[in-house]
T-cell receptor, first 117, second 108 residues
Framework: KAGVTQTPRYLIKTRGQQVTLSCSPISGHRSVSWYQQTPGQGLQFLFEYFSETQRNKGNFPGRFSGRQFSNSRSEMNVSTLELGDSALYLC????????????????FGPGTRLTVL | KNEVEQSPQNLTAQEGEFITINCSYSVGISALHWLQQHPGGGIVSLFMLSSGKKKHGRLIATINIQEKHSSLHITASHPRDSAVYICACGWDTDKLIFGTGTRLQVFP
């Protein structure tokens, strides 16, 4: 089974531009979560999607948005890029968890390293 | 507030040593993950625990729900174990809160 794939792997943008990152989950996985990793803040949760619906959102400004398609593939978008948005963006897929049920293992993609100049 | 604390931040060891990394959390969780991240960024899930103990090769993970504490042990450490080990906690959904990570270096 193919793992989680993310495209592009590396990206260089300038301040003020916008960027779209893509994540393809493992086949059969319906939940996709996005995370940002920076040297200063470590790993932080961005958002989580299940069945094309955002189930959870982290504490990030509205410039960060995402969506999930019917085939479970997900994209995240960052508008009006700032220098501080330079980070490794990771997505992870899992089978869905739900209230009262066992939590599911997450499988991480290789990440997209975004550099904002 | 859901918080995850991890210790130590940095750890050096000689090959063959027994290693322990600790993780504490503030609020009852659905599951706790131990993750491994090598230079270059890729993250691998090592364990997911909601109770008790799990073992995979030289790695052992334990969790004490009452004390809100988990440990990751590496027996007979090897230089290839050098990586950052991250503890992450989940509550009911796939949202994870992460510890700050432990950077492990194992020298031959």
């Amino acid at each position: 089974k193919a793992g989680v794939t993310q495209t592009p792997r590396y990206l260089i943008k300038t301040r003020g531009q916008q960027v779209t990152l893509s994540c393809s989950p493992i086949s059969g996985h319906r939940s996709v979560s996005w995370y940002q990793q920076t040297p200063g803040q470590g790993l932080q949760f961005l958002f989580e999607y299940f069945s094309e619906t955002q189930r959870n959102k982290g504490n990030f400004p509205g410039r960060f948005s995402g969506r999930q398609f019917s085939n479970s593939r997900s994209e995240m978008n960052v508008s009006t890029l700032e220098l501080g948005d330079s980070a490794l963006y990771l997505c992870a897929s899992s089978l869905p968890s739900g209230s009262g049920r066992a939590y599911n293992e997450q499988f991480f993609g290789p990440g997209t390293r975004l550099t904002v100049l | 507030k859901n918080e995850v604390e991890q210790s130590p931040q940095n750890l050096t060891a000689q090959e063959g040593e027994f290693i322990t990394i600790n993780c504490s959390y503030s609020v009852g969780i659905s599951a706790l993950h131990w993750l491994q991240q090598h230079p270059g960024g890729g993250i691998v899930s090592l364990f997911m625990l909601s109770s008790g103990k799990k073992k995979h090769g030289r790695l052992i993970a334990t969790i004490n729900i009452q004390e809100k504490h988990s440990s990751l042990h590496i027996t007979a450490s090897h230089p290839r174990d050098s990586a950052v080990y991250i503890c992450a906690c989940g509550w009911d959904t796939d949202k994870l809160i992460f510890g700050t990570g432990t950077r492990l270096q194992v020298f031959p």
